[in-house]
């Protein structure tokens, strides 16, 4: 245990608010008396680091034994206007004490390239939704789309998540650390995160005068994709107030091969830039950012279905015919999807000395998204659907300074938006506008961190569809949510973590589960929206236990969830009252409500039994559960397993952390299904069999000169397991992706 | 000085903010509400019949007017006369964007192809379907023949092979062709 008590070297007053920082990564901050307390401390050699605005920066270095009183004065700074300063801020999701898993540094490194989904799924509790390779969701506990919220660098990403064909908008390269939080923090982006949230972190920008960079560039044996992503940044001397940064990337792929043959049409591509410029004054500062992001997708060919018979014919087959599976091209023909996304945004920061931080943010996004199908007419040039989201929010929020020990936020945000569609109908033209407040506090002392919230939402929808010849039609919808939580952690000893989480979440219905009404061509059903749809309401429960021994030799991290949902929105099938039309007669299946329960554990335990070996399993386990019918849910991801092994090589002068693994993944098959002898045939095909992969990779960094070269090798699939995934639309058709080797640059400068 | 820079920094952000409202909500990202357009549905196929050596015309439709969903569609049944030929051609219409399909199809022949399945016991035999480019049936045209009274019913089925390779001997089901459209009618023959 460390306490410490800081002083002003001239009046010998207590500071509050100074932070104090712990070998860079563990944080605490002065109460108003200047006294902090950290109990989770090992015996060792710590670096202490004490910074406040008004303060000079001191550095410390401790040698810690059983506990410790550490006094400590700081000489202010005389001429404040003049200095450039670190906030001293307890980073708000840092301080979460809820469920928190976070993918960065090397794990990230050896994902670049991949889709946002894709790497996010390296976290225990994290799937992929899948159609086809290359577009993929992220679902976290069971759930995604409207479920999960993702936040692209502070802004809620407002695409067309709702469709299970909609994958996020959003270059990962632009993430430093990409977080999956479930908790009180989870207020600030809604009342509707019902699964959890998603936070796509940048780096902050660099408040050290000078250039840098990093260019990672990457290529794929598998489909012959290759991807280049760079940025550079400046802080200009003559400009101490001024950083910014630029940043771009493009990636371009050719059709996914599996073991056994090469899919048609499964090319991508991808271009995306961003720009962030900030201010920083010690009084405010204030952050532009732009980015654009582009992406043009093939679909499978063999994937399009006329109707039910031709579906069932393609699922009767092991393997698709051969005229959709002998394509070399990286030309992108039809049936494919084109989207742009634009977001822009302001931020904002007043620094108000004793009354705390007063922020603003404006964001505006504009999504565009073009599907383009197969015609029977080749002239035919145009997407036979469009639809454009144009979305405006803004945030007030104002961080109090610490009162009484606690610290917290009062926030108030809007949000409007503007939907328009052409072509093929798949949801109305709408118009919605959204307002709601929160209110979060945290309280920290001794062994105890402490959080909680509360947030209310209105919405109202407006909505008008525009049928051939007919007259328009119009409904309007309003919905209030209310969410709250409350978490807390405890700490035992200098190892053990626990803690215990509770939020009650609230989603009110999206407009494609209030009024969708067409054939979606994917699974050849007929989709029916119900405009009677009430909000969904969940009470999520998380127990969470994290051990780490002194040595860092031995790590564990578990956690239980229990999320019990009313009026939870699922989709129905009704296969005795088909649909007739030109194509033959379509299922139908429409939204419904079901009283739901999903549960399950997440555990990773990494063992490091010596400087060069270490050992790392993990396991995913989720039971999905329909209360009201006392069966199973559909689509929910299966249990899994993975075991890695790391051999650390001895640095040498050349090659620095160097390492060689393998990771052998181990998925079961999904037999938790609706059970078809009481409700009916539900899914046109039994989940696959279970499957087994193997992985390695192999990396280094290479110093030859001024700068080091980070080379990542890696095989997926290795040995080009034939296998298909439950939760992919496309194990109807066709195999997953074969083996794919990979070889990844990093080059920082 | 540093409050009213603070208020000038709060104006600019406000400033840039409303530029990029009014910016975005430019026309080309709110397209004028219009009318919805399946662009390429099929709302009509109709069959005309003529008997051999006779020049009188009957037609029998299958009509959706609004597309799939909405109302149900409107079938006709077919009814001829026994014991009779007749050449028969099939028309498909998108009253929509009124267009003639037929005429599209005609265009593309080798990558189309109908298939006609009697019921057993409708006493029709569908038979002499027209060919395409490449001398493969395409069956916009065919010879009905009807046998003695009956009750039954037909399914015409249109294929598109969108990635080419049309056979003879693909059945209606061939996995390299994909449904355009897939109706049955009631046949009666008296």
């Given amino acids: 245990m460390l306490n410490g008590h800081i002083t002003d070297s001239i009046s010998k007053q207590g500071i509050a608010d100074v932070l104090i920082l712990i ?13 902090f307390h950290i109990t989770h401390l090992c015996s060792g050699t710590y670096q202490i680091v004490t910074t406040h605005v008004s303060y000079r920066r001191n550095t410390k270095s401790i040698d810690l034994q059983e506990s410790m009183h550490l006094d400590l004065s700081l000489s202010p700074i005389a001429n404040q206007l003049s200095q450039v300063v670190i906030h001293g801020e307890r980073s708000p999701e840092k301080a979460n004490t809820g469920i928190r898993k976070e993918l960065s540094g090397q794990q990230l490194d050896q994902t670049r390239g991949l889709s946002l989904a894709e790497s996010l799924s390296k976290l225990p509790g994290v799937t992929m939704l899948q159609t086809g390779a290359n577009i993929t969701k992220p679902v976290f506990h069971g759930l995604h789309s409207n479920r999960v919220l993702t936040i692209n660098n502070g802004v809620r990403q407002e695409g067309q998540q709702w469709g299970n064909e909609h994958a996020p908008e959003i270059d990962p390269f632009i993430a430093d650390n990409l977080v999956v939080i479930k908790g009180v923090d989870e207020l600030r982006y809604g009342s509707d995160a019902i699964g959890g949230v998603i936070l796509v972190n940048p780096k902050p920008l660099a408040h050290q005068p000078g250039v840098n960079g990093e ?34 990337t493009y990636k371009h792929g050719n059709n996914v091969r599996t073991p056994d043959y090469r899919l048609n049409n499964t090319s991508l591509e991808e271009a995306n830039f961003s720009i962030t410029a900030g201010w920083k004054k010690a009084a405010y500062d204030i952050e532009a950012f732009y980015s654009h992001f582009q992406t043009k997708v093939g679909i499978f060919s063999g994937s399009h279905i006329g109707n039910l018979t031709d579906l069932l014919n393609a699922i009767a087959s092991d393997r698709p015919d051969e005229v959709y599976t002998s394509g070399k091209a990286f030309a992108i023909e039809r049936p494919y999807q084109q ?53 405006y929010a803004e945030d007030l929020s104002w961080d109090h300074t610490a009162f009484h020990g606690l610290r917290g936020t009062v926030g108030f945000s809007a949000m409007q938006q503007d939907n328009q569609y052409q072509g093929r109908y798949l949801i109305p033209q709408y118009t919605s506008s959204s307002v709601g407040a929160y209110w979060l506090e945290s309280w920290h002392k001794n062994r105890w961190d402490v959080q909680g919230g509360v947030r209310f939402d209105s919405k109202a929808i407006h909505t008008t569809r525009y049928p051939y010849n007919r007259e328009p039609i119009s409904y309007n919808f309003n919905f209030s949510t209310l969410a709250s939580s409350l978490n807390a952690a405890y700490h035992i000893g200098t190892k053990v973590k626990l803690n215990l989480a509770t939020s009650l979440s609230s989603r009110a219905p999206h407009v494609n589960e209030l009024l969708s009404d067409g054939i979606h061509h994917g699974t050849a059903t007929y989709e029916l929206g119900d405009m009677s749809l009430k909000p969904e309401k969940a009470w999520n429960t998380s127990l969470g236990f994290t051990f780490n021994n002194c040595a860092n030799t031995l790590q564990a991290d578990i956690s239980l969830y229990y999320n019990h949902i009313d009026h939870f929105i699922f989709q129905q099938p009704l296969p005795d009252d088909p649909v007739l039309t030109i194509a033959g007669a379509f299922p139908k299946i429409v939204y419904q409500q079901t009283n739901a329960s999903l549960k399950g554990i997440d555990a990773s335990v990494g063992y490091r039994p010596t400087k060069n070996w270490d050992l790392l399993a993990k396991a995913s386990i989720l039971r999905a559960y329909n209360r009201d019918l006392d069966d199973w849910l559909i689509g929910m991801p299966s249990d899994r397993y993975s075991l890695a092994i790391n051999y650390h090589f001895n640095d040498n002068t050349v090659l620095k952390n160097s390492y060689a693994g393998i990771e052998v993944p181990a ?28 992985n390695a990779t192999i990396g280094t960094q290479v110093h030859t000169g001024h700068q080091p070269i980070q080379v990542i090798l890696s095989g997926n699939n290795l040995l080009n397991k034939r296998y298909r995934e439950y939760l992919n639309s496309f194990r109807y058709f066709t195999d997953e992706m074969g083996r794919n080797i990979s070889i990844r640059f990093k080059y920082t400068f | 000085m540093k409050r009213n820079f603070k208020h000038l920094m709060m104006a600019l952000t406000a400033g ?46 299958w009509s959706d007017p609004d597309g799939e969903g909405g109302d149900n569609p409107t079938i006709e049944d077919i009814v001829l006369d026994a014991g009779k030929a007749y050449a028969v051609s099939i028309k498909l219409l998108d009253e929509v964007n009124d267009e003639d399909v037929t005429e599209e199809i005609e265009e593309e022949d080798i990558d189309h192809r109908f298939y006609y399945t009697p019921s057993e016991g409708s006493e029709i035999t569908v038979s002499n379907l027209d060919q395409d480019k490449n001398g493969i049936s395409l069956g916009i045209n065919s010879t009905w023949t009807t046998g003695s009274p009956a009750e039954g019913s037909m399914h015409i089925v249109l294929r598109h092979y969108a990635e080419g390779g049309k056979q003879e001997s693909d059945s209606v089901t061939d996995s390299k062709s994909s449904t355009d459209a897939d109706i049955s009618f009631t046949t009666k023959v008296q």
């Fill in chain 1, 23 to 35: 070998n860079g990564t563990q944080r605490a901050i002065t109460d108003e008396h200047g006294d």
């Fill in chain 1, 215 to 248: 260019v990672n560039a990457g290529y794929f044996t598998n489909n012959q994709q290759y991807v280049v992503s760079a940025m550079a940044e400046q802080q200009p001397e003559a400009l101490p107030a001024l950083s910014y940064r630029l940043q771009g």
């Fill in chain 1, 667 to 694: 998925v079961l098959r999904q037999t938790r299904v609706p059970d078809e002898s009481i409700h009916g045939v539900q899914d046109y095909k039994a989940p696959p069999a279970g499957y087994l992969l193997c």
């Fill in chain 1, 339 to 391: 989207v742009a996304h634009d977001l822009i945004k302001l931020k904002s920061a007043i620094y108000t000395g004793n009354a705390g931080k007063l922020n603003l943010q404006l964001s505006a996004q504009y999504n565009d998204r073009k599907e383009y199908d197969i015609v029977r007419n080749n002239a035919s040039s145009g997407p036979q659907m469009r639809l454009d989201v144009g979305t």
């Fill in chain 2, 16 to 61: 840039a903010y409303l530029f990029a409202l009014s910016s975005c909500s430019s026309d080309d990202n709110n397209p004028t509400p219009e009318e919805e357009n399946e662009n390429e549905v099929i709302t009509k196929v109709e069959l005309h019949f003529k008997e051999e050596g006779s020049d009188t015309e009957r037609v029998f439709s």
